[in-house]
């Protein structure tokens, strides 16, 4: 009669959270698919004069480092700067690798290289295709991410841009270079930055675009992340993390790059070369193309050239990328060169603008995604409160824990003491009588409330660390994916932890509504629960004569410390959608 009203309560509120922070989310069609023209990705060009156009391999490449000190506000400054990090004045000295084509004539086509997610270099970035390139002829430049005091979460793209455009300022002042003929290679992350580039300079020649996001950054990761969760075998409850989680306002702790513009006609108004994998598993390709080629003929343009490349992963490499040496698909690399150099050529493209293998896409873009301020906010308040929870109930334990072993251990010594002077007789031969001292209470719970306490507390604490190994483990099958390696085909913890943790938290739930019930049957027996309270009944409470919970402070504190962070726990469940059946 008391403890079941008690869980229906508890658990209607935890039910309430979950459905209350529910995200709507479509994700359809599924198994959308785009036939392409022809199999053969092969680029080709009406070569009027007969003449044929230099390919890979027709110069010996040179090279060579120049250093610019760029400002954030994307100018330069002679002031030197540190490298991949800001200093006071926010200058990252970029340094950029130039490649030349020896012995080429005349002022030659360029092209700017522009990185992906991480802290590329010009050192380890780009090496081989902008080496092929340059053997064909172009000169090519490698820099420096520019990132100055960013983080991957928090990138500057429209100072990113601004830094790019310096560089290709600088090619179309090089002596060999053509101004009108700087074009950009830009991978993953960059597309994002490609947008600002061309909006602030708009002489821009043409762009490759590989394995591009198009979409914003919310819509274009939760895609990403919903899709993976899916393919590496975690169970669909975890979909609820994806979709809390991409529904954050980040404006509320200063990220504002979610929900950053790149759809535009002036994204996609020059000559374009879209590439992508059939194993990248990062990208709405279906979507994408479609997007591109309605904002590139919005604006136009209608040469745009889409290549699709059978086993090959988000950068066009066969294989698991993490491993060294992954080579590009096989004739990706010859195809953008030939695209690239019969584009600069101002040449007329004689083969199919999209070839290769047919684009596939398993689930629709998650195009209602939007920032939802409250439940941001609350859900900061909750993780927040649960970590500071966490730490002061760890805190007054390990105190607790102590004060035991310190007061036991000196009662241990008295006790030994008291026992050993028992033995000693007194000067008239009769033995002497010490009392032996009393066992202390340190906590001193009362009504098998400590018992239960510590039950519940490691049953929680154990069914969210099977949460967050469940959750490690689809974050992990992640990365492989993206990374181009295989699923597993046992996907483990990550698929049975989300159905055990809903039961068990139930069980949980039960378990408290019971404890609950067990406090108000013996503060009842206490003469609490009556108006007005039984006289001395809270002072006995107070000085531990008469304990509900227990006789000292120390328990009592520790008790309701201890049992409100556990609730904040299940609070913590309820929010990322485990009351959800």
């Not at 760029?70 to 200093?87: E, F, Y």
């Not at 996609?268 to 590439?275: E, G, R, S």
């Not at 609950?516 to 107070?542: C, D, N, T, Y």
């Amino acid at each position: 009669m008391v403890s079941l009203p008690i869980f229906i309560m508890l658990f209607g509120i935890l039910a309430a959270v979950s459905n209350i922070t529910i995200v709507p989310w479509n994700i359809e069609p599924t198994g959308q698919s785009m036939a392409t023209l022809s199999d053969d990705t092969a680029v080709t060009f009406d070569t009027a004069t007969g003449s044929g156009l230099p390919d890979k391999g027709s110069y010996t490449v040179t090279e060579r480092y120049v250093t610019l000190n760029i400002a954030r506000d994307g100018s330069l400054t002679t002031q030197a700067g540190v490298r991949n990090k800001a200093n006071e004045q926010g200058v990252q000295a970029i340094k950029v690798l130039i490649r030349e084509p020896e012995g080429a004539s005349g002022k030659r086509p360029a092209v700017v290289f522009m990185h992906g997610a991480g802290y590329g270099t010009c050192d380890n970035s780009f090496g081989d295709v902008a080496a092929d390139m340059a053997s064909a002829g172009f000169v090519t430049a490698v820099l420096d991410k520019p990132v100055w005091n960013t983080t991957d979460i928090n990138r500057d793209y429209p100072a990113s841009a601004k830094a790019y455009d310096q560089v290709i300022a600088y090619l179309r002042d090089q002596n060999n270079v053509d101004a009108s003929k700087v074009g950009i290679y830009a991978t993953s992350e960059s597309t994002w930055i490609s947008s600002y580039l061309l909006e602030d300079d708009p002489d821009i020649a043409f762009q490759i675009l590989l394995s591009p996001m198009v979409f914003s950054p919310r819509q274009s990761l939760g895609f990403f992340v919903t899709q993976d969760f899916t393919l590496a075998g975690a169970n669909d409850g975890y979909q609820s993390i994806v979709q809390r989680l991409f529904s954050a306002d980040g404006t509320v702790v200063g990220l504002t790059n979610f929900d950053i513009r790149t759809l535009g006609p002036g994204a996609y108004d020059i000559p374009t070369y879209v590439a992508y994998g059939s194993k990248d598993v990062m990208t709405a390709q279906v979507d994408g193309v479609r997007a591109i080629l309605y904002e590139a003929h919005r604006a136009g343009n209608w040469d745009v050239t889409v290549r699709s490349y059978p086993v090959a992963n988000h950068v066009l490499r066969l294989g698991d990328e993490s491993e060294a040496g992954t080579p590009f698909a096989d004739a990706y690399v010859d195809d953008l060169i030939d695209w690239a150099v019969g584009t600069a050529a101002g040449l007329k493209q004689t083969s199919e603008r999209v070839a290769g293998t047919d684009l596939y896409q398993s689930i629709g873009l998650p195009g209602a995604l939007k920032a939802r301020r409250a439940g941001t906010i609350y859900g900061l308040i909750l993780h927040a409160t649960l970590i500071l929870l966490l730490i002061a109930s760890a805190t007054l334990a390990l105190v607790a824990l102590v004060r035991v072993i310190v007061v036991r251990s000196r009662w241990r010594r008295a006790r030994r003491q008291a026992l050993k002077g028992r033995g000693q007789d007194r000067p008239d031969g009769t033995a002497t009588t010490v009392p032996l001292p009393a066992k202390p209470v340190v906590l001193g719970f009362s009504h098998g409330f400590g018992g239960a306490l510590l039950t519940l507390t490691f049953t929680t604490l154990a069914t969210l660390l099977i949460f967050a190994a469940g959750l490690g483990q689809v974050v992990m099958g992640v990365v492989r994916l993206a990374w181009g390696g295989a699923p597993t085909e046992t996907p483990g913890v990550m698929y049975w932890s989300w159905p055990v943790i809903q039961v068990v938290s139930v069980l949980v739930v039960w378990a408290w509504s019971r404890v609950f019930m067990r406090l108000i049957e013996v503060a009842s027996a206490r003469g609490l629960i009556q108006w007005p309270p039984r006289k001395g009944a809270v002072h006995g409470i107070v000085t531990g004569t008469e304990p509900v919970l227990a006789s000292t402070r120390l328990g009592r504190v520790l008790f309701w410390l201890v049992t409100f962070t556990m609730l904040n726990v299940l609070l913590f469940f309820a929010f990322w959608g485990l009351f959800i059946y």
